[in-house]
Each structure stands twice: as C-alpha cells, then as structure tokens.
C-alpha cells in the first residue's frame, strides 16, 4: 500500500507558467513531511520540512504548504533552472524512517 | 566540508560477487541511512543508523549488510549480488534540523 503518493508523474511548464505539485499521504501519525529537489545524477537537496496543517514554507519561487492529508510545492513564474524532479517524503516518527513518494519530474521550457 | 561523501561512483558486478560501498560525512551527525532508487519508484530505506554502534533494518533490507564503523563512517556490503540489485545508491545523514543531507550516489549494476 502506497503510503505516500505525488501527482503528476511529469509536468512540462513555460517559462512564467506558475503551477503546483501534489504530495498526498495516506498515513496517521506524521511526524513532518519534507521537500527535496533532485537534478539528473545527484543526490535529493533538501528544500523544506513541514510540520502542521496550515504550515508554509517559502524560498524564492518555490511555496510548500501542507493540510491533514496533502502537500502542495507551488511554483510561482518558473524559470528553465527549476527543472528538476521535486520529491517529497514523510517521516512517521518511527525514529526518523523517511517514506518518499516516486516524484514528479518538472520541465520549464523558456 | 566535503557532507557527504560515497565511493565509488560507478561499479559492475557479476552475478554472485561481492562488494562494499562506502559513505562517509563530515557533519558531526548521528544518523545516517542507505537508500536504493529504481526508475518510477522513488528512495527506498535499505539500513539505517542511529548513532555510532546501531543498525536496523528499513523498507528492503534482503541481500544486504551494513557496519556504522564510526560516527562518520557506514558502509552497505552486498555478499552476493544479484541483476535485482541494480540501482543507484545513495548515502544520507541528518541534521538535528531534520534536514537530510545525501551524497552523490553509487550507480551499480549488475549483470
């Protein structure tokens, strides 16, 4: 059973085309849920931990936000360098045992 | 500081054959962890490390040993490794912010 689960798959953006990402999760309990950032043949960087419904978290054009059963990274005005795959992970409070969803791979053309 | 660091970058294996990847960090943290990632199927927790001298088991463990030989140190050995086990492998500690810090990566496949 999925326990956390990101939509769309892929997303293919303009340059300026804002847009958001979703994370849901399907798990009690949650400890925090994490954004990262992953460029072709790197390791995930850390963007952002969020802790309680109603949280948000800001940094340049990216915002997380964060309700009792979803996440969404907003992407406000895109530029070509914001091409990555986005993750997002949950931490169940099982001693810090991170469960990450399979990503959405985004795109910005200029 | 170098975070966190893994060797090596790339490696073949044939069928049965054994091998250990290394991982270290430079951060003073206490926990560190092992993660495989597959295509379409995000990071998986393979072992994880509390603090020096413990290990559990995460999500898939079979086919895998690991050792915290330090603080800095926590290495992932495969005793006999299988075409199942390709995949890129990436090392990961963590902050007292919860912040999770990965290295570069291993890419293995094997054969």
């Known amino acids: 059973e999925d326990q956390v689960t990101q939509s769309p798959e892929a997303l293919r953006l303009q340059e300026g085309e804002s847009s958001s990402l979703n994370c849901s999760y399907t798990?009690?309990?949650?400890?925090?849920l994490f954004w990262y950032r992953q460029d072709p043949g790197k390791g995930p960087e850390f963007l952002f931990t969020?802790?309680?419904a109603g949280e948000e978290k800001e940094k340049e054009r990216l915002k997380a936000t964060l309700t009792k059963k979803e996440s969404f990274l907003h992407i406000t005005a895109p530029k070509p360098e914001d091409s990555a795959t986005y993750l997002c992970?949950?931490?169940?409070?099982?001693?810090?045992?991170?469960?990450f969803g399979s990503g959405t791979k985004l795109n910005v053309k200029p | 500081n170098a975070g966190v660091t893994q060797t090596p970058k790339f490696q073949v294996l044939k069928t049965g054959q054994s091998m250990t990847l290394q991982c270290a960090q430079d951060m003073n943290h206490n926990s560190m962890y092992w993660y495989r990632q597959d295509p379409g199927m995000g990071l998986r927790l393979i072992y994880y490390?509390?603090?020096?001298?413990?290990?559990d088991k995460g999500e898939v463990p079979n086919g895998y040993n690991v050792s915290r030989l330090n603080k800095r140190e926590f290495s992932l050995r495969l005793e006999s490794a299988a075409p199942s086990q390709t995949s890129v492998y990436f090392c990961a500690s963590i902050a007292d912010s919860y912040e999770q810090y990965f290295g570069p990566g291993t890419r293995l496949t094997v054969t």
């Open positions: 490390s509390a603090s020096e001298g413990t290990t």
């Open positions: 969020l802790y309680s």
């Open positions: 992970a949950v931490d169940l409070g099982n001693f810090n045992k991170f469960y």
């Open positions: 798990v009690s309990g949650l400890r925090g």
